[in-house]
Nanobody
Framework: QVQLVESGGGLVQPGGSLRLSCAVSGSIFTIYTMGWYRQAPGKQRELVADITSRMSTNYADSVKGRFTISRDNARNTVSLQMSSLKPEDTAVYYC???????????WGQGTQVTVSS
């Protein structure tokens, strides 16, 4: 059973920074492309960033230059460093593990990020 546990959400002022982390257990970490998605109220879940096991990254245009995704294959963790946060970044952020070969996805429980003064 693959489990993803997120941490690090919270309330931050505009322009501030926050770091999200996700710990993965129950499977071989390196077979997954890891990603962060977010879902704001009334909106569809959207990809924020993802990273392959070979460290190739991909970002949504809205977060390029502000967010950085990283992974530690030895510790089975993936992180999202968020800087210059804007109110429109407010959402529930979800960690995702995607197994490309089987087109299978696993999700964390989500962590709330609120950007407000």
């Amino acid at each position: 059973q693959v489990q993803l546990v997120e941490s690090g959400g919270g309330l931050v002022q505009p322009g501030g920074s926050l770091r999200l982390s996700c710990a993965v257990s129950g499977s071989i970490f390196t077979i997954y492309t890891m990603g962060w998605y977010r879902q704001a109220p009334g909106k569809q879940r959207e990809l924020v960033a993802d990273i392959t096991s070979r460290m190739s990254t991909n970002y949504a245009d809205s977060v390029k230059g502000r967010f950085t995704i990283s992974r530690d294959n030895a510790r089975n963790t993936v992180s999202l460093q968020m800087s210059s946060l804007k109110p429109e970044d407010t959402a529930v952020y979800y960690c995702n593990a995607h197994r490309v070969a089987r087109d299978t996805d696993y999700w964390g429980q989500g962590t709330q990020v609120t950007v407000s003064s």
